[in-house]
Every structure is written in C-alpha cells, then in structure tokens.
C-alpha cells in the first residue's frame, strides 16, 4: 500500500479559507466512505477534525468541513486563525481492517 | 471521558524488543479500535496494526507484520504493541490511537510513547 498524497505545505492569510487535498486509489478513498482527518501540533497528540468524510466530532468548529470526489478527499478550513498553524494528516480505511495515513500537509498562516 | 494513557519513554538498542502499553478508561475497553499509530522524526503518521478487544485478533499493517505484535488484556483494560528486531528506522513516537465512537476513525489518542533505537 501506498502512502496517500497531500501537499507539503499550503498558506493562508488570517480569515483566508484554505483547502488541503488528500489523492488515493480506489482501493482506499474511492472504495469507502472513511475518510479522517487529524490536527497534529508538535509535541501534542493528534486531534480528530473529520471523519466519514465530512462528519465533525463534538467541539470541532464548523470551520471546518471535509468532502470527497472519486479518488481524492478534501479538508477546507475556513475563516483561517492563527491557532490553526499545525499538521494536517489525512487517514482512509483501506480494506482488510487496514488504514492508511498521507504524509502531512503544512498549513502557515502568513 | 475516555482517557488513553501510554507508557513511558524507552531506549532500546538495535535487535532487542520493545513493549508499549495503552490503558484506557472511561469507556468499555472490550468495544474499543485499538489501533497503534507511530511518527519517526521529520515524517507523517504511520498505521501500525489494531485490535477491536471483544473480537480478540489484530490485524497489521503489511510492512510491520513479521515485527509487531498487538495484544488486548481486557481484565486490565490494556493495551500492548511490541515491535521486535529494533533498527534505527523504529525511532519514533508511538500513539495509542483509539476509535472510542466508532471503528472508522481514531478520536481518543494517547500522550504517545517515545522509542529511541541507538547503540
């Protein structure tokens, strides 16, 4: 299996709306609706923002949003904060009880 | 609330063996998505492997699974993960990274557990 792909880094300005693509296979995000995606900042543990593709967990703003089309799932952050300088990792179930994670995207606020 | 909390830091010398545990508490453990998820230094998050405890076998991530081993002591409410044959490579953090509302997604994490492979 290979690894999903995002883009190394994306910046936004404050109050700016920055979206994060995340590109499978068929055989990951095009085969199934479990599509997450986590909030890491350094030294923390990730924090869950979406999942099912576009469910948001208790206390997540509506900030942000996940969609999905085909191969590829989405992460929009809208109204871009400070705080929300972090890592952005997607994961999708993969089939087999197995899930697989994208190498991370940067987000900066300028 | 569930709290997930990890063991502590290790370091392990090249060929040995590591053990990492995950306790949980504030929900029904034997219900959970065990899963055990690690980032080496500079790198993204990896699936290791998880187990649902009340349904007893794990399953593996394919690059690690002639190496890792993921356990469930329900009695203890614990976790287990060795990872076996050691190299620098393993050097990371490892999360105990658990689907405490549902099997699709990871939403209570651990503090993570730092593993350092050095001679």
């Known amino acids: 299996q290979s690894a999903l792909t995002q883009p190394r880094s994306v910046s936004g300005s404050p109050g700016q709306s920055v979206t994060i693509s995340c590109t499978g296979t068929s055989g990951d995000i095009g085969a199934y609706n479990y599509v997450s995606w986590y909030q890491h900042h350094p030294v923390t543990a990730p924090k869950l923002l979406i999942y099912d593709v576009n469910k948001r967990p208790s206390g997540v703003p509506d900030r942000f949003s996940g969609s999905k089309s085909g191969n590829t799932a989405s992460l929009t952050i809208s109204g871009l904060r400070a705080e929300d300088e972090a890592d952005y990792y997607c994961s999708s179930y993969a089939g087999d009880y197995s899930y697989i994670f994208a190498s991370g995207t940067k987000v900066t606020v300028l | 609330q569930v709290q997930v909390e990890q063991s502590g830091a290790e370091v392990k010398k090249p060929g040995s063996s590591v053990n990492v545990s995950c306790k949980t508490s504030?929900?029904?453990?034997?219900?959970?998505?065990i899963n055990w998820v690690r980032q080496a230094p500079g790198q993204g998050l990896e699936w290791m492997g998880g187990?649902?405890?009340?349904?007893?076998?794990?399953d593996y991530a394919q690059a690690l699974q002639d190496r890792v081993t993921i356990i469930a002591d329900e009695s203890a409410s614990t976790a287990y993960m060795e990872l076996r044959s050691l190299r620098s490579g393993d050097t990371a953090v490892y999360f105990c990274?658990?689907?405490?509302?549902?099997?699709?997604?990871?939403?209570?994490w651990g503090q993570g557990s730092l593993v350092t492979v050095s001679s």
């Open positions: 990274a658990v689907g405490c509302r549902g099997y699709s997604r990871f939403d209570c």
């Open positions: 504030g929900g029904p453990f034997r219900n959970f998505a």
């Open positions: 187990i649902i405890p009340s349904l007893g076998t794990p």
